[in-house]
């Protein structure tokens, strides 16, 4: 776009793949239809063809984390339209990500917490997934949501890591310390 | 077969007989004198004297010191400061450590507003990639990590920043698991550990190379979930003071409607990030659109005095090959997994796991002194050997650890299971900043900074995965200190006395250039 000549402020972030701000579709002069892609990850071709998408417009609902170990009803008491889903693929046709998105609605609806939450992995929050469902899922926040019950409430606890907070508190460093900081300011 | 291609297949057929080979760490000597020799920040003419203000006769590269010699956008006769918007608490920028610090303030009670650039998450924080070192198992303890990152630093450190860094990675690891951050684990749940460049053992907490924005991901939900006021499109360009040496709020400038807004605050979070994008000496950023060092310039204004605003880091390998991805990252935890560097004969060149200021000084040396390889558009640079982490750790490692960048290079039918690529050094990270105590506190009273605006904490070289320990610790301490401060303080009164001596000062200094600062944003438009 700055090579054409134009400033831009909407629809560019990170220039990394990975914000989600500058989804675009995109036609090669050799192509029938249009894909989607991310505009700072894609090569101009000579006489492609290119439209902006807009932004996320979805609803965030306000979905805190449960006090208990989560089951799929946490999740449907937030995004009940989940259980919606036609199987269209609509949304894995348009995500540039390349993720299997109605898969993995298709998993949180039978309640796989566990997997869906690994397929959003790389999902950049861009919202089109949202935006092309027909009964209003909206798979990425779906995805968002299921990440942080799977990672807050984790099967096996970090063992290591709760004795580490333990000695520091309880003062296990403190005399480690002491001489290093002594031999540090002199 | 073009001269890079001869080059490249030297780099296919000794991949084999490399695997074993073993190459000599640096000794304290041989680094200093690499760096001395090749390290950007050693360039005398890349540096310019600053002329007044409150780092007066220190030195910082010419991009910057224009900038913080720079006119304010904001004229003399503005008309009144009438505020749109009183809060305790004024957060400036987006990223990981604005989002911190308001998710603490808000637990906290205080009445927050935060104001960014682009949308809320677009920073460096969501690109960030390999990981934040946290001493977590059994053989570590927070006293290695603070040894390595003090030599890793040159022995520059702010000690006091740096313990309170260490010492506070464990909690706040446990904090993001609570908010449901997914970190990668092993079998038995404890954290999955990698190494990292200068760091004695492995240290780093991560999720695949995805590590930023899963944080972001997560933090900037949460501030959402908390109805945090957030203005977008909206950079702060000027900050307010009572005239007497404290901050009382700010202005903003609403880009969609060129408006101005003017904010009263009882303190000030400065979380504006680093400055890829300034191109310091002409070189390629990893830094995301909005990295352009506005903080350092709207404080030094202000008053507020920076610390080792000469020091930058350059990352070792950034892309530079195909043009388009020219400063795109590829990750340090690739090198950790086993990839090698060679240059045009084929041959290591250093051993890849030194700290970063050596791995990138001694790129620049290959390039120099022409063992490096030229691409098309007239770059330079050496072989990156990926295809070697998956001979070394076993088919399929790649594509578990680093699914986005075999993603990035794929878009351009690039297969880094397959063959190397080409990578020079990087504008990666600001090493220092704006000065802070304990709390974060600048010596602009009620103005607190946090995250990469400021400096002290990673002294003269940030070790990987410092950086984003570093911006969840003192985005809370900030978030913490500043909701303390404001719910003993009332309002102060709003003036733009800081510029009038701002501008007093530069013209009896001389300085009549037309550049304005802060920046805001790169201008990339093709001049026609
Ligand atoms: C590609 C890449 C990979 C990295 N990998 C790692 C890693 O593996 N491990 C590690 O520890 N660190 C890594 N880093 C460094 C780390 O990500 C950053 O240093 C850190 O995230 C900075 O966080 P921050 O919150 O201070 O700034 P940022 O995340 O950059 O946020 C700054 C925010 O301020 C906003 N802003 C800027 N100017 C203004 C203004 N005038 N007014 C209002 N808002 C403004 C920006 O838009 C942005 O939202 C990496 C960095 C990059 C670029
Ligand atoms: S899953 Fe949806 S929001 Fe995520 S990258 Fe794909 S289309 Fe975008
Ligand atoms: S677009 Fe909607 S209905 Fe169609 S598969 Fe995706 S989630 Fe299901
Ligand atoms: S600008 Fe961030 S994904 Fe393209």
């Given amino acids: 776009m700055w090579h054409l000549g134009r400033p831009m402020l909407h629809g560019v972030g990170c220039l990394g793949g990975v914000c989600g701000a500058c989804p675009i579709s995109i036609r090669l002069p050799n192509q029938m239809a249009p894909k989607t892609a991310l505009a700072c990850q894609t090569l101009v071709a000579e006489g492609a063809e290119m439209a902006f998408l807009p932004g996320d417009a979805s609803k965030k609902e306000i979905a805190p984390l449960p006090a208990e170990t989560p089951n799929q009803n946490t999740l449907f008491q937030y995004y009940p339209e989940t259980r919606r889903c036609v199987a269209c693929g609509a949304c894995t046709s348009i995500c540039p990500q390349g993720i299997d998105v109605m898969a993995s609605v298709r998993e949180a609806m039978n309640g796989k917490l566990a997997e869906t939450a690994d397929r959003f992995v790389d999902c950049v929050m861009c919202g089109l997934c949202a935006a092309v469902c027909d009964v209003k899922v909206r798979p990425h926040r779906v995805g968002l949501y299921t990440r942080r019950l799977i990672g807050a409430f984790q099967e096996n606890e ?29 | 077969m073009s001269d890079i291609d001869v080059s490249k297949e030297r780099v296919n057929t000794s991949r084999a007989a490399r695997s074993q080979q073993e190459m000599p760490r640096l ?13 950007p920040d050693y360039k005398k003419e890349a540096y310019a004297t600053l002329r007044f203000g409150p780092n007066k006769g220190e030195q910082t590269v010419h991009e910057l010191a224009r900038l913080l010699e720079g006119e304010s956008p904001v004229p003399a006769d503005f008309p009144a400061l009438k505020p749109a918007h009183q809060v305790d608490i004024l957060i400036i920028g987006g990223g990981g450590a604005g989002a911190t610090a308001a998710l603490t303030a808000k637990a906290a ?121 957030v203005l977008e499109f909206s950079p702060v360009i000027e900050l307010l003071t009572d005239g007497k040496g404290s901050c009382t709020g700010a202005i903003l400038k609403d880009l969609d409607n060129d408006r101005r807004i003017v904010v009263q605050a009882k303190t000030v979070i400065l979380a504006t990030g680093g400055i890829g994008r300034l191109h310091i000496q002409g070189f390629p950023t990893s830094n995301h659109f909005g990295a352009t060092g506005d903080g350092l310039s709207i404080t030094y204004r202000a008053g507020a005095s920076l610390t ?77 050997d990926m295809p ?41 990270y600001q090493n220092g900043g704006i000065q802070i105590d304990a709390e974060g506190e600048s010596t602009l009273k009620n103005l607190f900074v946090a995250g990469e605006a400021s ?29 303390k401060r404001a719910a003993a303080s009332d309002f102060g009164p709003l003036s733009l006395d800081h510029l009038s001596r701002f501008r007093k000062e530069r013209s009896e200094a001389g300085v009549n250039s037309d550049v304005v600062s802060p920046m805001l944003f790169p201008d990339y438009v093709k001049k026609q």
């Fill in chain 2, 109 to 229: 009670g205080a009445k927050i507003l935060m104001a960014t650039k682009l949308r809320l998450g677009d920073s460096n924080t969501v690109m960030a990639e390999g990981g934040m070192q946290v001493a977590v198992s059994p053989e570590d303890s927070p006293i290695r990590h603070f040894v390595d990152s003090l030599k890793g630093g040159h022995m520059a450190n702010d000690r006091v920043l740096l313990k309170q860094l260490v010492e506070e990675g464990p909690s706040v690891a446990q904090w993001l698991i609570d908010l449901g951050v997914m970190f990668d684990r092993e079998d038995d749940g404890n954290l999955s550990l990698r190494a990292g460049g200068g760091s004695s053992l492995p240290r780093l907490l991560r999720c695949k190379d995805y590590t930023g924005l899963e944080l972001m991901r997560v933090l900037k939900d949460c501030v959402l979930n908390e109805e945090v006021e």
């Fill in chain 2, 455 to 483: 400096g002290g904490i990673h002294g003269r070289n940030r070790l990987m995965g410092n950086s984003l320990l570093d911006i969840i610790v003192y985005g809370k301490r900030a978030g913490a200190a500043a909701s």
């Fill in chain 2, 388 to 428: 070697l982490v998956d001979q070394i750790n076993g088919e399929g490692t790649l594509e578990k650890r680093f699914p986005n960048m075999i993603r990035q290079f794929s878009r351009y039918d690039i297969d880094i299971r397959k063959e190397p690529v080409l990578v020079y050094p990087t504008l990666h």
């Fill in chain 1, 158 to 186: 970090a063992t290591q890591l709760k004795k580490r907070i333990e000695e520091i508190g309880s003062g296990h460093y403190k005399e480690q310390w002491a001489a290093l900081m002594e031999e540090a300011v002199h």
């Fill in chain 2, 27 to 39: 000794s304290a000597e041989e680094k200093d004198d690499l760096v001395h020799r090749y390290h």
């Fill in chain 2, 308 to 384: 080792l605003q000469d020091t930058f880091q350059y990352h070792p390998t950034g892309a530079v090959f195909p043009e388009a991805m020219a400063g795109l990252l590829v990750t340090e935890a690739i090198r950790s997994a086993g990839a090698h560097l060679l240059n045009a004969k084929g041959e290591r060149f250093v051993y890849e796991l030194e700290t970063r200021d050596a791995v990138a000084s001694a790129v620049i040396r290959e390039c120099l002194e022409g063992r490096g390889i030229q691409t098309p558009a007239g770059r330079y640079g050496v072989w990156i």
